[in-house]
Structures are given as C-alpha cells and as structure tokens.
C-alpha cells in the first residue's frame, strides 16, 4: 500500500472548533496516529502524531482533513487495493454494531525505509452523536522483529526447539513448528493468545521471570508447562527481552525444551553456557546456515569436523565450493529438498580427501514472496551406508555367480584352453599350460574369463569342486598323449584326499603319469604346507611332475627347493616382462637359472611377448618359454603346435 493511501493522514490540520487545552494535550500525546470520525464517516478530529506523519510524507489536507470523506476516500482506495477493502469492510461493522472492535495489519511503505502499521477502530458511543476513533500504530519495529524471530526460528526446527515471541503484554505473536509439536497447540490457536492463559497458568504475570527479566537482561530457569491434552511436562525455559534499534524494549523471545524427553540438549546447554548455540551443536548431523548468496554464517562442530575446517575458515565462504556442482543445487544454485528424500553429493574436504554426503536444504522464507533471505542445511556423512550398499551389491553379484557356477558344473558348463610352453633351444611345444574357462549362458559363442568367478568360488568354498573338474579333464588329454600342466588352487591342496584322486584319474584313464604336471605357488604352499608337501610326494611318486611358479617374487622359495621334488622353475612374469630393458631383472633370471642348474631343475620364463624377449632368454639359458608371442590360449581342440612358433628353431 502506498503512502498516499485512504488509511495514513496526508497533510496537517486543524481540528474545527473551540478544544479544551487539556483535552488536545492528552490527544497530541498519543503516540500512535489517531483519527476521529463524525457518524456520517467525515474526519472530525486528529492528533499531532498524524500531522506530523502526514507532513513528513507530503500528504495532501484536502484528502484526509477534517470534514473530509474519510469512508468514501477509503472506498476509493478499495477499487485497487485489498487491504483498504478489507479496513473498509471492518469498518462497517464496527458502525453498523456487529462487532465492538476491528484490527487490521498492514504495510504501508515510504520511498526511505518499509513501514508497518496495526489499524485500530473502536466504536466511541454516544447518545446523541456516536463517533468512531481510528488508531494508526506504527508497528514497524515489531514485525520486523517477528520476521527476524520467524527465519531464526526455522533453524530451531531442526532440533525441536520450541520458540515463543510475544509483544511487551504477554501477547503471542510468533509460535514455531516446534512449540507446536511440544505444546500441541497449532499457531492459528496460538497466536493471539497471552502466555499467562495459554502455557504459563502458574503465574498470571507471565513465564515465572517477572521478577528477573529487568533492566533488558535474560531469564533462564525450569518449569512445568501444560500440553494442549492437559498433561504437564518440565521445561527448560531460556527468555529475553528484544530490542529495536533506539535499543527500546519491543518485545520478548522465548525458547522452551522438553527436559523429559531432550537429555542430551540439556547436558549440552550446561556445557555451553546454557546459550541457544549448544541446540544446533548437539545434533549428530552438520549443519549449515547460509545468506542469500549461499555463503556461510554458521556450521556447527560436527559439520565442522565433518568439513574438516575451523569455524572461521568457513565464515563467509559459499557452502558450493565443497560440494560437487553437479549435485548439490546444480547449475540454477541450491534448492529446497524433500526433508523425506534427500539429496546425495560428494564433499570436498579442507584436506583434500573426498566424502559421500546427503542433505537437506531448506529456505529461511522473506516477506513478500521474494527469494530466500537464507538456508539451513543439513548434511550426514553417509560412508558407512555406501559400503553396506556395496556389500550387498557384492553379496548379490556373489549369489548370481554362484548359480552360475553351480550350472556349469552340473551341466558341463566349463570349457579348458590352452597355452603352449615351448623349448627354447628348439622350438618345440613340450607342455600345454591348461586354463579355466566358463561358457557364457548369455552368448553361446563367447566365454568368460577366471577372473570374473574364481575369486567367487574361492570366497564361497567351490574352487575344490572346480579343481576336480579340471583335473578330471587335463588327465583325460594327458591319456590322449598331450603333456599338460595343471594349476590347482591352495584350497584343493589343502584336501588330504587330493593325491588319492590324482592316482584314481590316473588309474581310471591308462594316462601316461609323465604327461602330467601340476603347478603350484608359494602362496598355496604357504597356505598349507603340511598337506601341500605330503600331495607334492604322493603326485611324484606317481610319475607326476611339479612346477613351482611365480619363482623369486617370495622368502620362502628357497626352502621349498629342499623339501619338495620340484621340477621346474616358473620364473615371474614381472622379471620377464622388462627384462630387455632392466638390468635388476636380468640379474634375477640369471641368478635362478644357476640356482635351478644346481638343482638339476629345468627353468620356464613366463610372460615372453616379443622376439627380443624370447633371444634374451635362450642366451640367460632358460630352458622353456610361454608368452603371447610364442601362442595366445585357445580351445584345446584348435590349439595346433605347429601354430605355437612361427620360425621355430
């Protein structure tokens, strides 16, 4: 509403008539803009307060003077404004008598600054002559003030705070979602209402402070308050005066905590002084107030500590900047979320390291349906979520495997390639290095590689099963005449009844016991050396050959160069791969070539994928060489040794 309009004096008058010195001197004192009105609706009377408003905004006399149509000047008004329609409506009543009172809010701002006013009208009886007496309050201090507490009070939300504001009288003029919740009374029934009949009925002058709550100071102490079911609880009550900015007392905040069922915010307001600070402090989440612009006007210590950052490292710093852009307001800035469904982001420690997060953000509302004066976040590390999440992926995906597993061994889902091992000095395919392959159910030309279900069947005890498999298999071509070289897990080297299958495969096929080599690590070895010793003499005094692999990488390989009937060395893939280009590995190859010489063991290198790699070998002396260079797994039944090397030697 503007200033010029129907309800605010536009220019000084001069009341018609002879007055009494003493009556205009009570009239004038009025501190609020008062107005008179005859019974036919014209101005009769006004104070010096409204000349003076009138005369600081350039009103003009001829609109709100004495003798002026004040009711037709407001009927005027009504045609484009809502809030004089509703005056003049209220008006009416009072007049016609079907109410005794009427009051109005409403904004009534200058070019300089917003104004707020409370209009008053009150029927002024008489017999012969009655009036009506029209109160203009500037209220300014007051509603800002209840717009202030109404932001502050959005951030006690999150911890259940109840917060009560009145005006000077014990009148109710702000009640938050909280103390609707503690008290059970919604804000419509509240507001409006005075402390001492609604919540305070032990003591009519208000809360229980009326002795204390002087001299613009505070008040905290414990009371029993009732609930709007007639039960009564203990609260802990921490109240102040308000002040405007002539530093006048204007109105008084309360915040009020339910002592039965918030321990925890009690212990922290002792520790804390018993300040409003320590509500927000005690929550388990982090929790962030922002201005407008995003940038942060409070964290508290768990955000702090969630942040990894000092309070005034991140005083006036937009909250963005440590979360993912793409996920934490987007590109248009940050947004209210569904309290029910938050929002999940990554953020961005002080210290670098990354956390997943979820929050919520919810606006602090302005007046006027402009934007956001500010935002409360609130935020939770969720990490321990994520890895349940990722366990139960893990489990899930574990569960599918283990069907499949299960299938391909009931039905012959399992298919062995093979990889040729080749003499050195000659050329010659002398071993086939069997490998584990499962048929994809998905794609009947493709197969899956071990390392998408060994690992499972490892975790879930099923490797012995598969190994059986496979040794089932491998010794059945070593019957048809072709060498193999079998890789079994620790977990099958650990079964004492290993070496008695090996020997009932043997027995059961006719296969030649020397066809067949079976190769294992110093990791399986140490996972049991017991049972791994006592199949390795079993399967030689078979007939059967060893291969240790992964030679030189461990402490233990020289041990078991005295305990066990090893055949062969399988130098590391890792000292094969660069030992063109790096000494330490050369040095390495050569060392066990001697070492393997010593003990009359033949030496392989893995892992050969160029010809200048294989020349290095025959010239270190290795004895047997395997590589994608000398012949890439395949089917056993495409695999040709003829394909192995091409310009064998």
């Given at each position: 509403?503007?200033?010029s ?8 008058t ?6 009494s ?8 004192a009025?501190?609020a803009h008062?107005?008179v009105?005859?019974p036919?609706?014209?101005?009769e009377l006004?104070?010096a307060?409204w ?16 003798g002026v149509?004040y009711l037709?000047?407001?009927?005027r ?6 809030n004089?329609?509703i005056?003049?409506e209220?008006i009416?009543?009072?007049r016609?008598g079907?109410a ?14 917003q104004h707020w ?10 017999a012969?002559?009655p009036?009506l007496?029209?109160v203009h ?5 007051r509603?800002?003030?209840r717009?202030?507490?109404r ?9 259940d ?6 005006d ?5 003029e ?6 609707e919740?503690l008290?059970?009374?919604s804000a ?10 609604l ?6 002058a208000?809360?229980?402070f ?10 905290e102490?414990?009371?029993t ?9 203990p ?8 002040h405007?900015e002539?530093?006048e007392?204007t109105?008084i905040?309360s915040?009020?905590?339910?002592l ?7 212990d922290q307001?002792a520790?804390?002084?018993r300040?409003l600070?320590?509500i927000?402090?005690?929550i ?5 107030v922002?201005d407008?612009?995003?940038?942060i006007?409070?964290?508290n210590?768990?955000?702090?500590r969630?942040m ?5 490292e991140?005083l006036?710093v937009?909250?963005?900047a440590?979360?993912?852009r793409?996920t934490?307001?987007g ?6 979320t ?16 990354e956390?997943?997060v979820?929050?919520v953000a ?5 007046t ?8 409360v976040?609130v935020?939770r ?6 890895a349940?999440?990722?366990q139960l992926?893990?489990r899930l995906?574990?569960a599918s ?13 399992f298919?062995?390639?093979a990889?040729p ?5 000659s ?6 290095e ?7 159910p ?12 060994l ?6 005890g099923?490797a012995?099963a598969?190994?059986r498999?496979?040794?089932?298999h491998g010794?059945?071509?070593a019957a ?7 890789n079994?897990?620790a977990?099958?080297?650990?079964d ?16 030649d ?9 110093e990791?399986?070895l ?8 006592r199949f ?6 078979l007939?059967c050959k060893?291969?240790l692999d992964?030679?030189?990488t ?5 041990t078991?160069?005295?305990?066990l009937?090893?055949?062969?060395l399988?130098i590391?893939i890792?000292?094969?791969r660069d030992?063109?280009?790096n000494?330490a ?6 060392a ?5 010489r010593?003990?009359?063991?033949r ?5 050969v994928e160029?010809e200048a790699?294989?020349?290095?070998l025959?010239?270190?002396?290795v004895?047997?060489a395997q ?6 797994p395949?089917?056993?039944d495409t ?11």
């Amino acid at each position: 509403m503007e200033t010029s309009s129907a309800f605010a004096p536009a220019a000084p008058t001069t009341p018609p008539g002879e007055r009494s010195t003493v009556t205009r001197s009570v009239f004038d004192a009025w501190a609020a803009h008062v107005v008179v009105l005859a019974p036919d609706g014209r101005i009769e009377l006004v104070n010096a307060a409204w000349e003076r408003f009138s005369r600081d905004n350039g009103g003009d006399p001829a609109t709100t003077g004495p003798g002026v149509d004040y009711l037709a000047t407001l009927a005027r008004a009504a045609e484009a404004d809502q809030n004089a329609a509703i005056a003049l409506e209220g008006i009416d009543e009072v007049r016609s008598g079907a109410a005794l009172e009427f009051t109005l809010e409403y904004p009534c701002h200058g070019p300089d600054r917003q104004h707020w006013f409370r209009l008053k009208v009150r029927s002024m009886p008489s017999a012969d002559n009655p009036r009506l007496l029209i109160v203009h309050e500037d209220v300014t201090d007051r509603t800002r003030l209840r717009h202030d507490v109404r932001a502050r009070s959005l951030l006690l939300d999150q911890v259940d705070a109840a917060v009560v504001a009145t005006d000077l009288t014990g009148v109710i003029e702000l009640w938050n979602h909280a103390a609707e919740r503690l008290f059970g009374w919604s804000a419509e029934d509240a507001i409006g209402q005075t402390v001492s009949r609604l919540i305070a009925r032990e003591d009519p002058a208000g809360w229980g402070f009326s002795g204390h709550l002087t001299g613009g100071g505070s008040w905290e102490g414990q009371l029993t308050l009732p609930r709007a079911n007639g039960s009564d609880f203990p609260a802990q009550v921490r109240t102040a005066y308000v002040h405007d900015e002539q530093g006048e007392a204007t109105g008084i905040v309360s915040v009020c905590i339910d002592l039965s069922m918030q321990t925890a915010i009690q212990d922290q307001l002792a520790r804390s002084n018993r300040e409003l600070k320590a509500i927000t402090d005690s929550i388990g989440d982090g929790l962030c107030v922002l201005d407008g612009d995003g940038r942060i006007t409070y964290v508290n210590p768990r955000g702090q500590r969630l942040m990894r950052v000092y309070v005034t490292e991140a005083l006036g710093v937009r909250l963005a900047a440590w979360m993912d852009r793409e996920t934490f307001g987007g590109t248009d800035g940050l947004a209210s979320t569904d309290p029910d469904h938050p929002v999940e982001t990554t953020l961005f420690r002080s210290d670098g390291t990354e956390v997943p997060v979820e929050y919520v953000a919810t606006p602090m509302a302005a007046t006027n349906g402009e934007a956001p004066t500010g935002w409360v976040v609130v935020f939770r590390d969720i990490s321990e979520r994520r890895a349940r999440e990722a366990q139960l992926a893990q489990r899930l995906e574990q569960a599918s495997w283990l069907a499949r597993i299960r299938e391909a061994l009931d039905h012959d889902g399992f298919v062995l390639y093979a990889q040729p091992i080749i003499e050195v000095a000659s050329g010659e395919v002398v071993q086939n290095e069997l490998l584990l392959r499962m048929r994809d159910p998905d794609d009947p030309d493709a197969v899956l590689s071990p390392g998408l279900f060994l690992p499972v069947a490892e975790e879930l005890g099923l490797a012995p099963a598969i190994d059986r498999w496979v040794l089932e298999h491998g010794i059945g071509l070593a019957a048809t005449g072709m060498p193999v070289q079998i890789n079994l897990s620790a977990t099958s080297l650990n079964d004492p009844g290993l070496p008695n299958l090996v020997e009932t495969y043997l027995t059961a096929t006719g296969a030649d016991p020397a066809l067949v080599m079976f190769e294992i690590t110093e990791t399986a070895l140490i996972h049991s050396t017991k049972n791994a010793t006592r199949f390795a003499h079993h399967i030689h005094e078979l007939g059967c050959k060893l291969a240790l692999d992964d030679f030189g990488t461990g402490y233990g390989g020289f041990t078991y160069l005295k305990q066990l009937p090893i055949d062969e060395l399988k130098i590391d893939i890792e000292f094969v791969r660069d030992a063109t280009t790096n000494p330490a590995s050369r040095h390495v190859i050569d060392a066990v070539v001697s070492l393997a010489r010593a003990f009359g063991l033949r030496t392989v290198g893995e892992g050969v994928e160029d010809e200048a790699t294989l020349a290095l070998l025959e010239e270190l002396n290795v004895d047997l060489a395997q590589g994608y260079h000398l012949g890439r797994p395949g089917p056993i039944d495409t695999t040709r040794p003829s394909e192995a090397r091409e310009g064998s030697r």
